[in-house]
């Protein structure tokens, strides 16, 4: 036998019992006379204890030979330790061991194994067995699969069926570039990873399946960045004869139970705010509403005094930062500057309006504006002694989004984004389309089988160009603390409307035909109305554990930014035999 019991489980009301331990040695601390040996699983950690007199010679100095992360079996007596450490359960007791097995020796491992390790990113990741043998991803990788049984628990009590959808398909509509994976039956014909099962789930709605779900892997070939992967997992849904009420009240109640059962948190109702109010309010689709600091609209108050910059802006904008006035000195204000100004924001400037607690008003446009002038501002932002303005100016979309940036740095600066705090909404109301000024074309906000407003359909048939910029769709997002945690759409299943939308996206019928013919073929035979969405599951273990949406740390084996799994090594050349059977070879000799 293994083991009586696990590293995290021995307690006072052990004490006298013998016991048998498996697990791997996190260290020891050799006293000369005594030593102590931490004792590692899933679990927990016991400490052991060597003592001269008390432990047999021999086994003294075999133990001695134990080095971190060694596999070993202890049998031993539990015994009441003599200096208690209240940081770890079993802090109150240790083994005095009496016969050990080593079962299998270590390397030593190339960075410590230890809640903070001293190992950068790539080692971590090529070693990622021994990363994943610490208790933070131990507990992240554990979170996620109770999060996974929850899900699961939660749907297939609400009468949700899960179906598995193929990974071998053709190119899926969400708008990023497919993985291609070459056929070795159909010479020169490749295979696209899904990105997601758009168009699998509903189809499974003409079938008659009415509510299906799938935890489901998606693959997208996109640039990386920390919240991002290339291969993910989504919880994916979607329902027949259902409104967008119905689907919101579906996944609320997921949302709401996943927070009880696995955090123990009573989420409120979750508020909806509409793309336009996101927009306006935050300057993006997926506020984080955990603190105000609105932005307000300066353009009637700050235009037309001779101040050129601010009248020539298509938009000036401000937040105010509640009692920031005397936290920020001239060097700070610079400094906030410069770094609104770095590239990845593209700030030109940052203009303050502080109202200091002796009353006094202190602006970087003090020259142009009077202390009136700049009253009308503070008072505009149901502004108090002690606050300060942060505003800023220019071409209104770019402006609003720099100014969330800024909103959200303050907002982390002054503390008001807790990772405890969860504040969920429901963002509604996206535009169906979105017109793209490069490629003078119109892309699938969501994505092309999104349906209009049922108030906009009329529009979206007869209207002209202009027209289309407007239109509203039933497609929604949920968003958790500022990150998007996924979304959905209803689906049009009137031939009209998505012949339309496809003419709109600049599909030719043919196009559309040879893309999703299967598709549209399936919607011949009476597809109910229909709509669903899909949750990053990723990331949304990751925000409900750390309150943000890195995800790394919640898949096994996640690539890095490269795209490279670095502990298997891949991706990675074929023999030339492998690239002569799918034929793929002579078209890479060619590229040489
Ligand atoms: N397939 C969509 C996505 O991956 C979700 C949906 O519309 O249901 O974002």
Redesign the pocket.
């Known amino acids: 036998m293994y083991r009586t019991h696990n590293c995290g489980e021995l307690r006072m009301e052990h004490v006298g019992q013998e016991i048998t331990l498996s697990g791997w040695v996190q260290g020891s601390r050799d006293l000369g006379y005594m030593m102590y040996t931490d004792l590692r699983d899933r679990y927990g950690i016991t400490q052991l204890i060597f003592t001269e007199g008390k432990t047999d010679k021999n086994l003294f100095e075999k133990a001695r030979t134990l080095g971190r992360e060694f596999v070993v079996k202890i049998q031993g007596t539990v015994i009441e330790r003599q200096s208690k450490n209240p940081n770890i359960p079993t802090g109150n007791i240790e083994i005095q061991v009496t016969e050990l097995d080593i079962l299998n020796a270590s390397k030593t491992p190339p960075f410590t194994i230890e809640d903070d390790t001293d190992g950068g990113e790539d080692l971590r990741m090529k070693y990622r067995y021994l990363d994943l043998r610490r208790k933070p991803l131990q507990e992240s990788i554990m979170f996620r699969s109770k999060v996974a049984v929850e899900t699961r628990s939660y749907l297939s009590q609400q009468g949700f069926i899960e179906v598995e959808t193929p990974v071998l398909i053709k190119s ?1 509509p ?1 708008g990023a570039r497919d993985f291609v994976v070459p056929s070795r039956m159909n010479k020169g014909q490749f295979y696209a990873l899904p ?4 168009t699998f ?1 509903q189809i499974l709605m003409v079938s008659g399946f009415d509510k299906y779900f799938q935890l489901v892997k ?1 693959f997208r070939d996109e640039d990386l960045r920390a919240d991002r992967q290339p291969e993910f997992t ?1 919880i ?3 329902m027949s004869f259902v409104t967008q009420e119905d689907i919101l009240n579906t996944f609320e109640g997921l949302t709401r139970y996943l927070f009880k059962a696995c955090k123990g948190i009573d989420l409120p109702t979750l508020p909806r705010m509409t793309y336009d109010e996101a927009m306006e309010k935050y300057g993006s689709d997926k506020p984080d509403i955990r603190f105000g600091m609105e932005f307000h609209n300066l353009n009637d108050l700050a235009k037309g005094k001779g101040f050129s910059v601010f009248d020539n802006a298509e938009l000036v904008v401000g937040i105010n930062a509640e009692g920031q006035a005397n936290h920020y000195s001239n060097k700070d204000i610079k400094k906030l500057t410069e770094w609104m100004q770095r590239p990845q924001i593209g700030a030109k400037g940052l203009v303050y309006v502080k109202w200091n607690e002796d009353d006094s008003i202190k602006s970087s446009v003090g020259k142009f504006y009077s202390d009136d002038d700049l009253k009308e501002w503070l008072h505009a932002f149901g502004a108090k002694k002690g606050d300060m303005l942060l505003i800023l100016s220019g071409e209104d979309e770019k402006t609003r989004k720099q100014m969330n940036e800024l909103r959200l740095e303050m907002g982390t600066r002054m503390g008001l984004r807790q990772p405890d705090d969860f504040k969920p909404l429901w963002v509604v109301d996206f535009p169906l389309l979105e017109w793209d000024e490069e490629s003078e074309r119109f892309h699938a906000m ?2 092309p ?2 349906s209009p407003k049922k108030e906009d359909v009329d529009r979206m048939l007869n209207g002209d160009h202009e027209t289309m910029k407007s239109l509203r769709a039933d497609a929604y997002d949920l968003v958790i603390n500022g990150v998007e945690i ?4 209803i689906r049009i299943h009137n031939k009209e409307l998505q012949s339309k939308n496809f003419e709109l996206l600049g599909f030719t019928k043919e196009e559309a035909q040879a893309q999703f013919g299967f598709l549209l073929g399936a919607f011949d035979y009476g597809a109910p109305p229909h709509g ?3 949750f990053g599951f990723d990331r949304l273990c990751a925000v409900m554990m750390t309150g943000h949406g890195a995800i790394r740390d919640f898949i096994a084996f996640p690539k890095n930014n490269q795209g490279r799994d670095m502990m298997i090594d891949a991706p990675s050349p074929i023999h030339n035999e492998q690239l002569d059977e799918l034929c793929l070879k002579i078209h890479l000799d060619e590229e040489k």
Request: proline share 4%.
């Open positions: 899926t969400e990105q997601s099962p758009q789930k998606c989504q994916d849904c979607e969501h994505h089988f999104t996924g979304g959905g759409s669903g969405l899909a």
